[in-house]
């Protein structure tokens, strides 16, 4: 096995832990919905997720740990994707919440910068920033 094939099988560990993750957190709270469905989907596409492997991950019985990616900008992308399957119905419960938290951590961030960085989101995603932020965002 040469270095390539260790650096592939390496990221897509990573990629179907991001994807148990997210298949998770759009389960948590019930029955998929058609949203839910479409971005996991979406999602296995992206992260080059097999048919078998989306099927095993979507069993309850999951045990797939988290793996942080080196990134900050890695990290700060996979919590956007978590993020994009919670609100994909447009509410984020209590059950969503304490997940994303444990998944925050677990990407590498501290409790206090989770926490921050999770209502900050929280903001962001329902709508409620204020104008200075929205013209901040508009001009980055």
Not at 113 to 131: C, L, M, P, Y
Request: glycine letters at 4%; charged letters at 35%; a negative charge.
């Amino acid at each position: 096995m040469g270095i390539v094939d260790l650096y592939t099988s390496g990221e897509h560990r990573r990629n179907l832990a991001h994807f148990a993750a997210l298949a998770t957190l759009a389960s948590v709270d019930g029955e998929l919905s058609a949203e839910e469905k479409r971005l996991l989907d979406s999602f296995a596409d992206k992260l080059d997720i097999t048919r078998s492997e989306y099927e095993q991950v979507m069993r309850k019985e999951n045990k797939y740990p988290i793996d942080s990616p080196n990134s900050s900008e890695k990290r700060l992308e996979r919590l956007y994707d978590l993020f994009r399957i919670i609100f994909s119905d447009h509410t984020i419960d209590d059950l969503e919440m304490d997940l994303l938290k444990r998944y925050a951590i677990g990407l590498g961030f501290s409790g206090d910068n989770a926490d921050q960085i999770i209502d900050r989101s929280v903001e962001i995603f329902t709508g409620r920033i204020d104008f200075e932020d929205y013209l901040y965002l508009l001009k980055r």
